[in-house]
């Protein structure tokens, strides 16, 4: 739970991520995906090279930050974050990850202005970001495992039947393995 300084202090960031939010979103996406090559496949990396998704994170941590008293304003931005998530299959386990890199990265831009007090506010107003992702995101993955033929997570298929549509198209039928 944030304190009252922590929120103090999460706000008056505000101007400095309207400055270099993109930088630190792009030095944190650069550090994770070396660190974690495992992590590329959930993040489409057409989107890293033109610079989009370092914008929307940049943007979407401004807008945490802007409503970080009263986050419940960001519902639909949430649903959306979150239903992009579980099309990738983004998990409960990768939060601690790119938190970690997001801090290093605030801490790096900062530089000597960082200190413990900041990054401790920003550790803890990630935290609260993160459950109330994960909480949005374990929703979903339960509607659609409980969904007719629905599942959650990795899923083997077969195909069980192709059909050539026109000279340039064919379409595959796949079943699940199990």
Not at 73 to 84: E, R
Not at 86 to 89: H, Q
Not at 105 to 108: L, M, N, T, V
Not at 165 to 174: A, G, H, K, P, R
């Given at each position: 739970?944030?304190?009252?300084?922590?929120?103090?202090?999460?706000k008056s960031?505000?101007?400095?991520?309207?400055?270099?939010?993109v930088?630190?979103?792009?030095?944190m996406?650069?550090q994770?995906?070396?660190?974690?090559?495992?992590?590329?496949q959930?993040f489409?990396?057409?989107h890293?090279?033109?610079g989009?998704?370092?914008i929307s994170?940049?943007?979407?941590?401004?807008?945490?930050?802007?409503?970080?008293?009263?986050?419940i304003?960001?519902?639909?931005?949430?649903?959306?974050?979150?239903?992009?998530h579980?099309?990738?299959?983004i998990?409960?386990?990768?939060?601690?990850?790119?938190?970690?890199?997001?801090?290093d990265?605030?801490?790096?831009v900062?530089?000597d202005?960082?200190n413990?007090?900041?990054?401790?506010?920003?550790a803890e107003?990630y935290a609260?970001?993160?459950e109330?992702?994960?909480?949005?995101?374990?929703e979903?993955?339960e509607d659609?495992a409980?969904s007719?033929?629905?599942w959650?997570?990795?899923r083997?298929?077969?195909?069980?039947?192709k059909?050539?549509?026109?000279?340039?198209?064919?379409?595959?039928?796949?079943?699940?393995?199990?």
């Open positions: 739970m944030l304190t009252e300084k922590q929120i103090e202090l999460v960031s505000v101007p400095f991520l309207q400055e270099h939010g930088e630190i979103t792009s030095i996406y650069s994770m995906l070396a660190n974690n090559p495992e992590l590329r959930i489409n990396q057409g890293q090279r033109t989009r998704q370092q994170l940049a943007a979407a941590v401004l807008a945490y930050a802007q409503n970080i008293e009263n986050p304003v960001l519902f639909n931005a949430v649903k959306h974050i979150a239903s992009k579980v099309s990738l299959n998990r409960a386990e990768h939060y601690p990850i790119v938190g970690k890199h997001l801090l990265a605030i801490e790096k900062l530089g202005k960082a413990d007090e900041i990054l401790d506010a920003w107003a609260q970001l993160a109330i992702l994960i909480k949005t995101e374990s979903l993955y659609c409980n007719v033929g629905g959650s997570g990795w083997s298929f077969r195909i069980s039947n059909k050539k549509e026109t000279e340039d198209v064919t379409s595959f039928i796949l079943e699940p393995v199990d």
